[in-house]
């Protein structure tokens, strides 16, 4: 009768049921995908729904996974000579969404030639879509050097 009823729970909620799979792992290969400039990795990283939000540092915001697809085809194919270097410093996990944060330094050089060295706070949020951690939110704010 107990393995009746443990058959008839499992057909009933499967995903709900389902141990969900680690948060570190999603954003290590998100983070991989942009660091490597990988536009074919970094999509299965992505929400499957229209709504992506990405706020950067300047506050510009794009509000949808093709604005969010669209900036990343045109940053990748940037000859910038860009390293992007990550550092996860903060996870918050919950059974639908995941948090981190991650301090990123970035270092490339401008069309005029001058080098940049950009640090900044990352904030990356993501949701439990079919068993899978997908980016939802993703907000950089710029670390201002100390006077």
Not at 38 to 47: E, I, K
Request: hydrophobic content about 45%.
């Amino acid at each position: 009768m107990k393995l009746t009823r443990l058959l008839v729970a499992l057909a009933i909620c499967p995903s709900a049921c389902a141990s969900t799979p680690p948060l570190r792992a999603a954003v290590e290969a998100h983070l991989q995908a942009v660091r490597t400039r990988n536009l074919a990795a970094l999509l299965p990283t992505l929400t499957g729904g229209s709504d992506l939000r990405m706020i950067l540092p300047s506050g510009f915001q794009y509000t949808t996974r093709a604005q969010y697809v669209d900036f990343h085809r045109q940053w990748f194919a940037s000859n910038d000579n860009g390293r992007f270097d990550p550092e996860i410093v903060h996870l918050v996990e919950s059974p639908r969404l995941g948090h981190a944060l991650i301090k990123l330094r970035y270092r490339a050089t401008a069309p005029t030639g001058a080098a940049q060295d950009i640090v900044s706070w990352l904030a990356l949020t993501f949701a439990l879509e079919d068993g899978s951690w997908r980016l939802v939110f993703d907000q950089s704010t710029l670390i201002q050097p100390s006077p």
